[in-house]
Nanobody, 125 residues
């Protein structure tokens, strides 16, 4: 059973940067598309970014486009989220997810079957 573990969360001031990592254990991420979702306080979980298996096409929420970058290292069974120019509204618990979503579900939780435990990102002024 593949398990996902996130790391790299923390507290940062507005305009700062963080790099989240998600590493798989107990199996390989081969064949899995990978995504990052987040859940702000008191809000529903929302899509942040995804990278497909194979060609590695990437997808982003409009709110993070141009500031965040998702990447994967298949040899390390890892996926990363580089977050720059952080804003107060980026405060959330960030979750790594893996699955085999079709194009219409790649931005939805339903497209993913593997989930990490989450890592807190807090942005303050």
């Amino acid at each position: 059973q593949v398990q996902l573990v996130e790391s790299g969360g923390g507290s940062v001031q507005t305009g700062g940067s963080l790099r989240l990592a998600c590493v798989a254990s107990g199996g390989t991420l081969s064949g899995y598309s990978m995504g990052w979702f987040r859940q702000p306080p008191g809000q529903a979980r929302e899509f942040v970014a995804a990278v497909r298996w194979g060609m590695g096409h990437t997808y982003y929420a409009d709110s993070v486009k141009g500031r965040f970058a998702i990447s994967r290292d298949n040899a390390k069974n890892a996926v990363y989220l580089e977050m720059n120019s952080l804003k107060l509204e980026d405060t959330a618990v960030y979750y790594c997810a893996g699955g085999r979503p079709i194009l219409s579900t790649i931005r939805t939780s339903q497209g993913y079957s593997l989930w990490g435990q989450g890592t807190q990102v807090t942005v303050s002024s």
